[in-house]
Nanobody, 125 residues
Framework: QVQLVESGGGLVQAGDSLRLSCAASGRTFSNYDMGWFRQAPGKEREFVAFISWSGGWITYADSVKGRFTISRDNVKNTAYLQMNSLQPADTAVYYC??????????????????WGQGTQVTVSS
């Protein structure tokens, strides 16, 4: 029901910032909870951040808390991940995901029904 397209990744220096965008198709975007995940080579897909459809419920992984900010604009059908103070350990492919089921297990990738293609974030030291 929803197509997601990520953008905004790139190569940056440690300490720099990036803002990822996830553009969603469909007029029902506001009814979907959204999550950001990342996957580094040889590692499992890792939860990064979650935001409910209304924006009232936000959760972050401990590894990014205080540095990353998830947000959404339901008028523009877009979710965002503002990443500050980037570290080499943040290097990964970043994916946005959506679910209309309002999952309680929002940190689990299997809870999400729709995924974007991913955008590469590389942080050099």
């Amino acid at each position: 029901q929803v197509q997601l397209v990520e953008s905004g990744g790139g190569l940056v220096q440690a300490g720099d910032s990036l803002r990822l965008s996830c553009a969603a198709s469909g007029r029902t975007f506001s009814n979907y909870d959204m999550g950001w995940f990342r996957q580094a080579p040889g590692k499992e897909r890792e939860f990064v951040a979650f935001i409910s459809w209304s924006g009232g419920w936000i959760t972050y992984a401990d590894s990014v808390k205080g540095r990353f900010t998830i947000s959404r604009d339901n008028v523009k059908n877009t979710a965002y991940l503002q990443m500050n103070s980037l570290q080499p350990a943040d290097t990964a492919v970043y994916y946005c995901a959506a679910t209309g089921k309002s999952p309680q297990a929002m940190t689990i990738a299997a809870s999400y029904d729709y995924w974007g293609q991913g955008t590469q974030v590389t942080v050099s030291s």
